[in-house]
């Protein structure tokens, strides 16, 4: 507990000299204040986002973009990966293709996008699923491989079969690796995400990050960015660690305490 | 053979009876619980090179009839439980269980392998009743279950922990109680203790013994520890060096409970592994080999 609140004490300590270090060369007036904002117009900006809703609109929106696209590259790619896992032949054929798709940054989707989906929602959730679907399936297939093998002969051996094996003993075994796959997976997504937001034609974050720009709105841009790294810090850094940390707890990965 | 009168009996004739032997009772034999018939293996290395695991094995085990085998690493002796268990498949003979040709995985015969293959997501108990669980036993008849197996290795205050927070002889006492909540006939052990510090093997080969005597199971042990199989078994069969064959049978009529100290133990192991260390030498010659190639 006590180095909780330490830590705590230190990180809040760092941001408080980050902004102080940042106010200060700000009256330094190297740049103009449309070029550098001073923290407090960063801040204003924030108040005034949350106060007449539009953020919480453009955070409802992209949740909502994010929650389907990367539900959608879950399921795709538990499918996708358990298949490559279990047949040869799609690992080979299918596999090769996959990873080779896995090397395209998801921003080159978009043009394809647009031009199936138009400026619209389905064209974001396009570019989500493409960016993050492989590395889920990546990962599925990995841990369907290198999960030991006494597992699932000492499941076979207690009488596991077929979906009994799958459920209580394959899938459990690999969960390592599987969530290992959900968080890359959602890491992709958040990137693609802001690709496809930021051309098409919608309320989310990205579209006021580009409506930002579009006024020269300086401290609105910072503003959106800080709340891209806060919510996209939450979901990776607390949620999903706290998750993996449960496990690696659970199956002594982790030097217990 | 001689030296020692008494200890050692008659190396088993059955390579010559086998033949029809184990559908029926012969006439000083109870119709064996296992009964394997010119069991043979052969597969492919990663090399595609062809290799010859296992030899035409003919063995019988009695019902409550603790058998070791023993032999050099790279006999087959692991590969002739995953048989015997129906994870691996023959390449010709068969295994019959009861007079009954094994055809799959049955929880009539279960386990225990080296790296004791318990579920690191479950805990001490989920992973105990995991068999019965898999049979569709009720919950509360299979927590029942639990707690008197968990009772008979010791472990019941261990029931809600995870594997990983368990020392080397515990997670063994655990993967015997898993074993042994399946209800199996045959027990299958795959050099059970060779991981572990000498204490705790000593204290587990009492723990076994002792298991052995109040379940009443067959057990088919597997080690490269000749005094271990002496120690603990009513017969020892020597494998030889690729291809497994049964080399010689020795049946162990010590009295129990015996030490691994005994000086009977010890001659007896002594007689048994000057028959072994030939096998021995040719699979470390053949280690030597395989070195010089690379």
């Known amino acids: 507990m006590k180095n909780v609140a330490k830590r705590i004490g230190r990180q809040v300590a760092f941001y408080a000299v980050l902004i102080g270090l940042w106010a200060l060369i700000v009256r330094l007036h190297i740049w103009p204040t449309y070029i550098f904002p001073p923290p407090a117009d960063v801040y204003t900006a924030l108040r005034d986002g949350f106060e007449d809703h539009s953020f919480w609109i453009a955070i409802g929106v992209s949740m909502r973009h994010m929650l389907l696209g990367y539900g959608i590259s879950v399921v795709l790619g538990t499918v996708l990966g358990i298949g490559l896992a279990s047949n040869r032949f799609l690992e080979q054929t299918v596999g090769g293709l996959l990873v080779s798709l896995q090397s395209m940054p998801s921003i080159c989707w978009l043009p394809l996008a647009v031009l199936w989906f138009g400026l619209s929602e389905n064209a974001i959730l396009f570019v989500i699923v493409m960016g993050s679907t492989l590395s889920v399936t990546i990962s599925m297939e990995t841990g369907r491989k290198q999960m030991p093998k006494i597992y699932s002969m000492a499941g076979r051996n207690l009488g596991a079969r077929k979906w009994k094996l799958f459920y209580y003993v394959l899938l459990p075994a690999s969960m390592p690796y599987i969530i290992t796959g959900l968080k890359q997976g959602w890491a992709f997504a958040w990137r693609s995400l802001f690709a496809g937001e930021m051309l098409s034609a919608t309320l989310g974050l990205g579209q006021r990050l580009n409506a930002g720009r579009d006024n020269s709105d300086m401290p609105m841009v910072i503003a959106v960015m800080i709340l891209i790294v806060a919510i996209g810090y939450l979901v990776d850094g607390v949620l999903f660690r706290a998750v993996e940390r449960r496990m690696q707890h659970k199956w002594g990965l982790l030097a217990s305490t | ?294």
Request: proline share 4%; charged share 30%.
């Open chain 2, 1 to 294: 053979m001689s030296a020692v009168p008494g200890l050692v009996g008659d190396v088993l004739q059955q390579q010559q009876d086998h033949a029809g032997g184990c559908a029926r009772a012969t006439l000083d034999l109870a119709p064996p619980k296992l009964c394997l018939q010119d069991l043979s293996l052969k597969y492919k290395t990663s090399s595609g090179e062809k290799l010859l695991a296992l030899d035409k094995i003919n063995l019988r085990v009695a019902a409550g009839e603790f058998l070791c085998i023993v032999g050099p690493s790279g006999c087959g002796k692991s590969t002739l439980l995953y048989l015997i268990a129906g994870l691996h498949e023959p390449s010709s003979g068969s295994v019959l269980m009861d007079s009954k040709k094994v055809v799959r995985t049955g929880t009539d015969r279960i386990m225990i392998f080296q790296e004791h293959g318990l579920f690191p997501w479950l805990t001490v108990e989920e992973n105990v009743e995991f068999g019965m669980k898999m049979k569709g036993v009720p919950k509360a008849e299979r927590r029942e279950h639990v707690h008197e197996y968990l009772k008979l290795v010791h472990l019941q205050k261990f029931q809600k922990s995870y594997i990983h927070q368990l020392s080397g002889g515990m997670r063994q006492r655990v993967a015997i109680a898993r074993a042994l909540a399946t209800e199996p006939d045959v027990l299958l052990m795959d050099e059970p203790f060779a991981a572990l510090d000498a204490q705790t093997r000593d204290l587990l080969h009492d723990e076994l013994e002792r298991i052995w005597a109040e379940t009443g199971r067959t057990i088919v042990f597997v080690t490269h520890n000749v005094r271990e199989a002496v120690r603990l078994g009513d017969r020892v069969a020597v494998f030889t060096f690729r291809p497994g064959r049964v080399k010689r049978e020795y049946k162990i009529d010590l009295p129990r409970p015996r030490q691994l100290e005994d000086t009977a133990v010890a001659g007896t192991a002594r007689e048994i592994l000057t028959d072994l260390r030939e096998e021995i030498n040719k699979s470390l010659e053949e280690e030597y080999q395989a070195e010089r190639q690379r």
